[in-house]
C-alpha cells in the first residue's frame, strides 16, 4: 500500500530552527509538496520538490532525496506565527496526491 | 478576491437526511476536487473533476455524488447521511489535473456533523 509517515506532533522555540521529515512509500513518484494549514483554516501551499536537492523559499527550505523517499521541511528563524500543521503529499504514479496525516508544529516564547 | 467559495460553513444534520455542500471557484480551474478531513488521517480524496462534464471517484467516494454542470461550480451530495460522514469537507482546484506542480487552492472547509 502507499503510505506518508511524518511526526504527529513537534515543539520549537521562537527564533529557531525546526526540520519537519517526511518519509514516503508510493506507487511511483511524479513530485512531492508541503502545505501549511492553521487551525480551523484551509491548507495552503508552501513548496514543491521533484528533483533531488534542497528549494529554498525565504525562511522555508523543502529537501528531496527520491532514492531514500524522504523529504524535510526547514523552518528558519521561528516566528509564533508558524504554528500550524504542515502536510506531506506525494504525487504517485497516476498523479494522484497521497496525503500525510500531518506534524502539529507548537512554537513556544 | 479570486479563490474557492464554500457553503455551508458549518451544518449539523440528521442521520439520513440529504445534504449538498456547495463549491464555487472563480480562478477558471480546469481541475476541481473534494476531500475529507479527519482527526489523524491524511486529506482523504472524495470525488475529482478535470474538466466540466467529467467526474472520477477517488479514494473514498461511498456515500458521495458530485457533479460537474460548467467551470465553476462542483457540488457534493450526500444522498442519506450517516454519522462517519462528520469531518471537515474541503472543495479545491488546480489548473490542470496532473502534470507539472499544479498547486492546489483550498475552500475554507464544511465542517458537517451528523447525527
Known amino acids: 500500500g502507499q503510505n506518508i509517515d511524518q511526526p504527529t506532533e513537534m515543539t520549537a522555540t521562537e527564533g529557531a530552527i525546526v526540520q519537519i521529515n517526511c518519509t514516503y512509500q508510493?506507487?511511483?513518484?511524479?513530485?512531492l509538496f508541503w502545505y501549511q494549514q492553521h487551525a480551523g483554516e484551509a491548507p495552503t501551499f508552501l513548496s514543491y520538490?521533484?528533483l533531488d536537492g534542497l528549494e529554498e523559499k525565504g525562511r522555508f527550505s523543502s529537501f528531496l532525496s527520491r532514492s531514500k523517499g524522504y523529504s524535510y521541511l526547514l523552518l528558519k528563524e521561528l516566528q509564533m506565527k508558524d504554528s500550524a500543521s504542515y502536510l506531506c503529499?506525494?504525487?504517485?504514479?497516476?498523479?494522484?496526491?497521497?496525503w500525510g496525516a500531518g506534524t502539529k508544529l507548537i512554537i513556544k516564547p | 478576491i479570486a479563490g474557492i467559495t464554500q457553503a455551508p460553513t458549518s451544518q449539523i444534520l440528521a442521520a439520513g437526511r440529504r445534504m449538498t455542500l456547495r463549491c464555487t471557484q472563480d480562478?477558471?480551474?480546469?481541475?476541481m476536487y473534494w476531500y475529507r478531513q479527519d482527526l489523524g488521517l491524511g486529506l482523504r480524496l472524495i470525488h475529482y473533476?478535470?474538466?466540466?462534464?467529467?467526474?472520477g471517484k477517488g479514494e473514498v467516494p461511498d456515500g458521495y455524488s458530485v457533479s460537474r454542470a460548467n467551470t465553476d461550480d462542483f457540488p457534493l451530495t450526500l444522498a442519506s447521511a450517516v454519522p462517519s460522514q462528520t469531518s471537515v469537507y474541503f472543495c479545491?482546484?488546480?489548473?490542470?489535473?496532473?502534470?507539472?506542480?499544479?498547486?492546489?487552492?483550498f475552500g475554507a472547509g464544511s465542517r458537517l456533523t451528523v447525527l
Open positions: 503529499a506525494v504525487k504517485d504514479s497516476n498523479y494522484q496526491l497521497i
Open positions: 479545491a482546484s488546480s489548473e490542470s489535473d496532473s502534470s507539472g506542480a499544479n498547486v492546489l487552492t
Open positions: 508510493t506507487s511511483g513518484f511524479n513530485g
Open positions: 520538490n521533484v
Open positions: 480562478m477558471r480551474h480546469n481541475a
Open positions: 473533476s478535470n474538466t466540466a462534464g467529467t467526474t
